[in-house]
């Protein structure tokens, strides 16, 4: 045995080597994904209080880091029937008890914007389902003056619609913007439901891009 292990000592150094290499690759691998993981912005956008009309929408930040929301978007529809309305600041029509609005300088910033910094573990909430309807229903009806085309079909009558929320944020030190979305789905009795169990996170190169031009679209 002794004989065997001194003829073939340069190939045992080199296996050990190699091995020795190999495990180094992969714990490095690990600490990689560990840290790239880490540092991944994470927006969940969660739906609560039921599923009637009266549902609300929560906005997490399940990141390490802080994020800066933007621009928080509401979608209804599909294809040219889509309508898309900015719901980033309160509504300047009517609060949620259907009052008059209260001045912006008497309300607290987090009264009149859901835009600004949301640290790690955080929450805000976006509203009630009808509230944000009817602000989308507005935005239609300016819409068809332009074209006199109705886009508030899906809004009006008790067809089933795709309803989806779009985040727009900053993060740390990423370029650019990233962005979380998450589809419902209005049924013909009027409940929502999500369309899947999870959050989409667009966070990738050319996610990041088409978020900054949907961003810069509703300036």
């Known amino acids: 045995m002794g004989s065997w292990i001194e003829q073939h000592a340069t190939l045992l150094q080199v296996g050990v080597s190699v091995a020795t290499l190999l495990v180094w690759v992969f714990y490095a691998q690990l600490l990689f994904l560990s840290y790239h993981r880490a540092r991944r912005p994470k927006i969940v956008i969660n739906q609560m209080l039921g599923n009637s009309d009266k549902a609300r929408f929560l906005i997490s930040n399940m990141s390490q880091e802080a994020i800066h929301i933007d621009k928080?978007?509401?979608?209804?529809?599909?294809?040219?029937?889509?309508?898309c309305e900015q719901v980033t600041d309160a509504d300047p029509e009517r609060d949620s008890n259907g009052n008059e609005q209260k001045s912006m300088l008497s309300a607290r910033l987090d009264e009149v914007t859901v835009q600004g910094p949301l640290g790690s573990g955080k929450c805000i909430?976006?509203?009630?389902?009808?509230?944000?309807?009817?602000?989308?229903w507005r935005r239609a009806e300016i819409n068809n003056s332009e074209d006199?085309?109705?886009?508030?079909?899906?809004?009006?009558?008790?067809?089933?619609?795709?309803?989806?929320?779009?985040?727009?944020?900053?993060y740390s030190s990423e370029k650019g913007v990233v962005g979380a979305s998450r589809a419902f789905w209005r049924k013909e009795d009027g409940a929502l439901s999500p369309e899947n169990v999870k959050t989409d996170q667009h966070t990738g190169f050319f996610a990041r891009r088409r978020m900054a031009r949907l961003h810069a679209q509703y300036v």
């Open 148 to 170: 006199g085309v109705s886009r508030s079909n899906a809004i009006e009558t008790d067809d089933a619609c795709r309803v989806e929320i779009i985040v727009i944020a900053v």
């Open 72 to 83: 928080v978007l509401v979608c209804v529809g599909s294809g040219e029937d889509r309508v």
């Open 125 to 136: 909430e976006l509203g009630a389902f009808a509230h944000l309807l009817n602000r989308i």
